[in-house]
Each structure stands twice: as structure tokens, then as C-alpha cells.
């Protein structure tokens, strides 16, 4: 089973290798669009780092926005608290 940093990094190598043969004219891409779509294939990258920012940035809003609390692991994480203070105050280490 792959990573996903190997299957995001795929995706960016095939992006950037397209990218890279309709940049240098290699594949003639840039002859069979009209002029105005031109700037669309140079400035791709820029186009794609933007898109990725956003995704980004609703994907953490919306993990914020959908985050749940959890009463009793918040009382579990209590009790442990106190069972490791109660335990560091008899070894000497705390004096609270």
C-alpha cells in the first residue's frame, strides 16, 4: 500500500511534467488554444498553489467548525491528571 505523500507526489510529478511539455512548446498545446487561454498554461503553477491554499484553508475550517467534544474523555483526562499528581506528590518530586 502506498503513502499519500507518494500518491500526492505523483500527482504533482505528472502535473509539473505536463506542465513542463506545453510550457517548452514540446507538445504543441499552446498552438491548438486560442491566444487568451495562453496565459492559463504559464501561469498554471501559481493557479495551482492557490487552489491547494484554499483547499487547505476550508479543509481546516471545516475539521474546526465539525469538531466534536468528548465529555468523558475530558473526565478521564481529569482523573489521570490527578492519579499523576497524586502519584509524582508521593514520590517527592511535586510538593502541591
Known amino acids: 500500500m502506498?503513502?499519500?505523500?507518494?500518491?500526492?507526489?505523483?500527482?504533482?510529478?505528472?502535473?509539473?511534467?505536463?506542465?513542463?511539455?506545453?510550457?517548452?512548446?514540446?507538445?504543441?498545446?499552446?498552438?491548438?488554444?486560442?491566444?487568451?487561454?495562453?496565459?492559463?498554461?504559464?501561469?498554471?503553477?501559481?493557479?495551482?498553489v492557490f487552489f491547494l491554499g484554499i483547499y487547505a484553508a476550508f479543509n481546516v475550517i471545516y475539521g474546526v467548525a465539525t469538531f466534536n467534544d468528548c465529555a468523558e474523555a475530558k473526565v478521564e483526562l481529569l482523573r489521570e491528571i490527578k492519579q499523576a499528581k497524586a502519584e509524582l506528590k508521593d514520590k517527592g518530586i511535586i510538593d502541591y
Not at 511539455?21 to 495551482?48: D, G, M, Q
Open 2 to 48: 502506498a503513502s499519500q505523500l507518494i500518491i500526492y507526489s505523483a500527482h504533482v510529478v505528472l502535473f509539473v511534467l505536463v506542465w513542463l511539455l506545453a510550457y517548452t512548446e514540446v507538445v504543441p498545446v499552446l498552438s491548438y488554444l486560442p491566444e487568451c487561454a495562453h496565459c492559463l498554461v504559464y501561469y498554471a503553477p501559481f493557479f495551482a
